[in-house]
């Protein structure tokens, strides 16, 4: 019997832009902190999870599990052999 599994994710950003021009003087800061949480499906292998961060992009890789993978079989009809494949969704 597999559990679920959650995945949850967490990130502070922080900046400030400064225009310093003739008349004025302009500065604008953001700061905030965030996270997310998602529920996996019962087919993820999690112990095999990966993350990647690069150019501002997160890049999460969810295997599956062997046993949730579509399984190819062969069909004899007749003379002529077919493949079919099996497997969850």
Known sequence: MWRT?????A???KFAT????????????AYGSFSRS???ANS???????ADYQNGVLT?????????????IKVNVGTHTMAAV????
């Open 5 to 9: 599994t959650s995945l949850r994710f």
């Open 44 to 50: 993820v292998k999690s112990d095999a999870i990966k």
């Open 38 to 40: 998602f529920s996996l």
């Open 18 to 29: 400064k225009v310093n021009e003739d008349n004025y003087l302009r500065i604008e800061r």
């Open 60 to 72: 999460l890789s969810l295997p599956k599990r062997e046993e949730a993978k579509p399984k190819q």
């Open 11 to 13: 990130a502070k950003r």
């Open 86 to 89: 099996a497997g969850a969704r």
